[in-house]
Nanobody
Framework: VQLQASGGGLVQAGGSLTLSCAAS????????MGWFRQAPGKEREFVASISWSGSKIYSSDSVKGRFTISRDNAKNTVYLQMNSLKADDTAVYYCAVRQGYYSESSSVAEFGSWGQGTQVTVSS
């Protein structure tokens, strides 16, 4: 599966952005989808994941209550709605896929088919 993330940009602290990740090549609904981010000089970190049907969601503590992951299997797209953005949210955001049964795993190593990433910059 090929992934294309988009929707990043420059936003002021407290603002909102919605990221999209379009998938192609394989049956999108078969995959668990995840969002990750990587800030300069830091390791890639888990943000949120969503099950095949969208009924199960898991988010990192750092974004819980501010970010919402969702998916539209008819459009082969997963979204990340980001509200109340902070300067610490500045990073390149990536989407990725995982196969198998859904679990609340934040392991980067369990995900693959990484898209090219989209830059999110939050000014304070």
């Amino acid at each position: 599966v090929q992934l294309q993330a988009s929707g990043g940009g420059l936003v002021q602290a407290g603002g909102s952005l919605t990221l999209s990740c379009a998938a192609s090549g394989r049956t999108f609904s078969n995959y668990i989808m995840g969002w990750f981010r990587q800030a300069p000089g830091k390791e890639r970190e888990f943000v949120a994941s969503i099950s095949w049907s969208g009924s199960k969601i898991y988010s990192s503590d750092s974004v819980k209550g501010r970010f919402t992951i969702s998916r539209d299997n008819a459009k082969n797209t997963v979204y990340l709605q980001m509200n109340s953005l902070k300067a610490d949210d500045t990073a390149v955001y990536y989407c990725a896929v995982r196969q198998g049964y859904y679990s609340e795993s934040s392991s980067v190593a369990e995900f693959g088919s990484w898209g090219q990433g989209t830059q999110v910059t939050v000014s304070s």
